[in-house]
């Protein structure tokens, strides 16, 4: 029987990125959520422009409640987190170059009062860093496929803080090597978004007239 051939990470890059639209920042044509990591370690000097890029995304009251848990591949901290992830994800995620867990505190440090935004700013915090860290040549996967539990308790994080994504972070490898055909298949499958006129609204429910 003929070898299948699969598309190379070159392809898959090209049939995944979203479509260039002038004007958009180039950093969101080029951000797509791969789970093929070459392996390749990511320096200390990368990593901290990825988490420069969330220290200075908007915030509630400027509280900054976000705090992330970083752990490279061969430390604890990587195999904790690891560890964590359900089934599915722990079959690629583990040749990323790094996993990084995204909290966020749930009450306002100058008053002890509820911060009803607390994850909603996580989430900025954690556009920019996957934005930087295409800009830089790299990819993320955010994943909410993991034990909340089992990951604050293995790295001991407060109650107060509340448990956003885990992210993977690396350099993109070849498809064939996530060896599973249905993750294959995922990685070379075109990415799809909503039109602007069923998420953007004049009047509720009727698309704006940009
Ligand atoms: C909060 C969140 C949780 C996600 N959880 C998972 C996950 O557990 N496993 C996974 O493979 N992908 C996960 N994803 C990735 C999404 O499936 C992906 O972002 C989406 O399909 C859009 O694709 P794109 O990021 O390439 O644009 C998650 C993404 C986000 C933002």
């Given at each position: 029987m003929a070898a299948q051939t699969f598309l190379t990470a070159k392809e898959a890059d090209v049939l995944k990125k979203a479509p260039a639209v002038e004007g958009v920042l180039p950093a969101i044509h080029e951000r797509w959520s791969a789970r093929?990591?070459?392996g390749r370690e990511v320096s200390a000097e990368v990593l901290e422009k990825v988490f420069e890029a969330a220290r200075w995304a908007a915030s509630s009251g400027n509280e900054q409640p976000w705090r992330f848990v970083v752990g490279l591949r061969g430390s604890e901290t990587f195999r904790k987190l690891l560890e964590s992830l359900g089934g599915f994800n722990r079959e690629w995620a583990g040749r990323a170059a790094a996993l990084i867990l995204g909290t966020a505190a749930t009450r306002f440090s100058r008053n002890g009062a509820e911060n009803r935004f607390a994850l909603y700013d996580l989430g900025a915090a954690a556009a920019n860093l996957t934005l930087e860290a295409a800009a830089l040549g790299l990819t993320t996967h955010q994943m909410g496929g993991f034990d909340q539990e089992a990951a604050r308790k293995a790295l001991g994080i407060p109650a107060e803080y509340a448990l956003g994504a885990v992210i993977a972070l690396g350099y993109r490898g070849e498809?064939?090597?996530?060896?599973?055909e249905s993750l294959i298949e995922r990685e070379t499958t075109p990415r799809t978004r909503k039109p602007l006129s069923e998420i953007v609204f004049g009047e509720w429910g009727e698309a704006a007239k940009l």
């Open positions: 093929s990591f070459d498809p064939a090597e996530l060896g599973n």
